[in-house]
């Protein structure tokens, strides 16, 4: 939602205006992965395969103007490599787009790609958060692998439409925040490799105005231009 209002000259609605922000839900970390029998065991690895084969590898994504699409310029650009862009519908395709040997390598959302990782079906080389994901406690961060200054969580939160009346509001905020405080909920949005993220109403509309900034910011860094 935050992302749009950048990625795109006429994204068909305004995040600040058309909303009410209720609050957060949980935050995703997004994993770089590569096919499980790829030959590719690491962030170094990758890099310099791309650097021997400049622009003919390249890389599935949620779709323009998500952190994994973000994410992947922002390495490409501070890795000095190149490789080719392939949008996908979703986090889901983007794997499977690794899976069947479509892409050479994708950044996907914690939550799609770990039962995938668990499977043995894909190789996770690095984490964008800051800190490893508890879920995958031996793969390192971009830092740790080597690329410095990139940092991608992938967040989801609730929004209700602007005009909603204030009683309707306050219900759904109280009973999200009920759901969130429910053991059996934040133990399986954290089996999947999410964090939850349970912030007021406030908490989530900086959050999304933060989002706005970064994205304007990545795409001044990787010359990406709005559709």
């Given amino acids: 939602m935050a992302t749009n209002m950048r990625m795109y000259r006429k994204p068909g609605f305004d995040v600040m205006k058309d909303f009410i922000h209720v609050g957060g839900i949980m935050r995703s ?134 005009g909603t009346p204030a009683p309707v509001v306050k219900r759904v905020s109280d009973a999200l925040q009920k759901a969130l405080a429910d053991p059996r909920v934040r133990a399986k949005l954290e089996a999947n490799g999410a964090a939850v993220v349970a912030g007021n109403p406030g908490d989530y509309t900086r959050h999304l105005e933060s989002e706005i900034a970064l994205t304007e910011k990545i795409m001044k860094v990787t010359n990406v231009t709005a559709q």
Avoid at 34 to 55: E, L, Y
């Fill in 29 to 162: 970390d997004v994993v770089l992965v590569v096919a499980a029998d790829s030959g590719i065991n690491s962030t170094k690895d990758r890099v310099d395969r791309m650097r021997q084969q400049p622009g003919k590898l390249s890389y599935a994504s949620g779709g323009v103007g998500t952190p994994a699409h973000m994410g992947a310029e922002l390495i490409l650009k501070t890795t000095r490599t190149q490789a080719l862009h392939v949008p996908c519908e979703g986090a889901s395709q983007s794997a499977n787009a690794v899976l069947g040997k479509q892409v050479d390598l994708a950044l996907i959302i914690s939550s799609v790609s770990l039962p995938f990782v668990n499977a043995g079906k894909l190789k996770a080389l690095a984490v964008t958060a800051p800190t490893r994901n508890p879920q995958l406690p031996e793969v390192p961060t971009l830092a740790e692998a080597g690329i410095p200054g990139i940092t991608l969580v992938s967040y989801g939160g609730l929004s209700l439409p602007a």
